[in-house]
């Protein structure tokens, strides 16, 4: 099941259009903010897909009825661009274990790239809803590798893809290795760069995070 936000009009639309401003995108903590009020979005809308049991509540002049989480998900997200996304949804699921993965890039002399996991910091998600967020779908690749990990470690109960940009290519590259998760994207672009950049995108989301990394 794929879900777009900008499939309909909300706020949403709004910090959306802020990511992507090169005038906003001055503000590193702006930025970081709006990333963040897309992950609380994001948790809002994966939260109505979730299991509540029904529990009183006593409040000072009596009892109220209501339903209460289950089971909170488990959130994962690739580092560093998703931490301010990841960082939203924890805003919202805050009982939440969390789990940080890292990856990168290695480009071969053809100018093709193969993606490594280098560090995975996970607690048990056997039996568990798993969120596994990251601001760009480009490729695709990124994503597919941890995840397919991950589900190989573990039986999970259920994943959720989050991701505030993806392009047609990545989210159908996805969706193809990953067929039994649910996604929750931003926005799709239809064009991939030969780079793996997303055109129209908004960048490098962890350099306007968090600052060039620079170069080696």
């Given at each position: 099941?794929?879900?777009?936000?900008?499939?309909?009009?909300?706020?949403?639309?709004?910090?959306?259009?802020?990511?992507?401003?090169?005038?906003?995108?001055?503000?590193?903590?702006?930025?970081?903010?709006?990333?963040?009020?897309?992950?609380?979005?994001?948790?809002?809308?994966?939260?109505?897909?979730?299991?509540?049991?029904?529990?009183?509540?006593?409040?000072?002049?009596?009892?109220?009825?209501?339903?209460?989480?289950?089971?909170?998900?488990?959130?994962?997200t690739i580092l560093r661009a998703g931490l301010p996304l990841h960082q939203g949804l924890l805003n919202i699921f805050d009982q939440s274990s969390c789990a940080f993965i890292a990856a990168y890039r290695k480009t071969k002399k053809s100018g093709e790239f193969e993606i490594y996991k280098e560090y995975q910091a996970t607690p048990d998600l056997n039996g568990h809803t798993v969120i596994v967020s990251d601001v760009m779908l480009a490729t695709g690749k990124s994503m597919v590798l941890i995840c397919k990990e991950l589900l190989a470690e573990y039986k999970i109960k259920h994943l959720h893809i989050v991701s505030a940009i993806a392009s047609e290519e990545g989210l159908e590259h996805t969706k193809a290795f990953l067929p039994n998760a649910s996604f929750w994207i931003g926005a799709v672009d239809a064009e991939l760069t030969s780079k793996a950049y997303i055109v129209p995108g908004l960048g490098d989301a962890g350099d306007l995070a968090y600052g060039s990394k620079g170069t080696k």
């Open positions: 099941m794929i879900h777009i936000l900008t499939d309909t009009n909300s706020i949403a639309n709004h910090f959306l259009a802020e990511l992507r401003n090169v005038d906003i995108q001055n503000d590193q903590m702006r930025f970081r903010r709006n990333l963040e009020r897309i992950g609380e979005i994001f948790a809002y809308e994966i939260s109505k897909t979730l299991s509540y049991e029904n529990k009183k509540v006593v409040t000072p002049l009596g009892e109220a009825q209501t339903q209460l989480l289950i089971d909170p998900p488990i959130l994962a």
